[in-house]
Nanobody
């Protein structure tokens, strides 16, 4: 089994910054892709950013130029640096990971973190 633990959410004023972290632990052979999603009550969960093991990243248009996703493969950790935050960034942020467990002959599985609240005040 694999666990994802997020940290770094909180309350910040518009224009401020936050850094989210998500550490994966458990029976991990390799992590293929990691990402951050966010969800506002009543809305669907939406992709914020993703990054594959080779480092290539992808961003939602609404966060390009403001957010940066990175990962530390040695620590099985993904980060989301959020700058120039706006009130519309307020949401619960979830990390996910596509993990190849042990033994690696098994197909990869997708795991989610518990979510961390980010609130941006105007």
């Amino acid at each position: 089994q694999v666990q994802l633990v997020e940290s770094g959410g909180g309350l910040v004023q518009a224009g401020g910054s936050l850094r989210l972290s998500c550490a994966a632990s458990g029976s991990i052979f390799s992590i293929n892709a990691m990402g951050w999603y966010r969800q506002v009550p009543g809305n669907q969960r939406e992709l914020v950013a993703s990054i594959i093991s080779g480092g290539r990243s992808n961003y939602a248009d609404s966060v390009k130029g403001r957010f940066t996703i990175s990962r530390d493969n040695a620590k099985n950790t993904v980060y989301l640096q959020m700058n120039s935050l706006k009130p519309e960034d307020t949401a619960v942020y979830y990390c996910d990971a596509e993990v190849t467990g042990n033994p690696p002959s098994l197909p990869p599985s997708r795991y989610w973190g518990q979510g961390t609240q980010v609130t941006v005040s105007s």
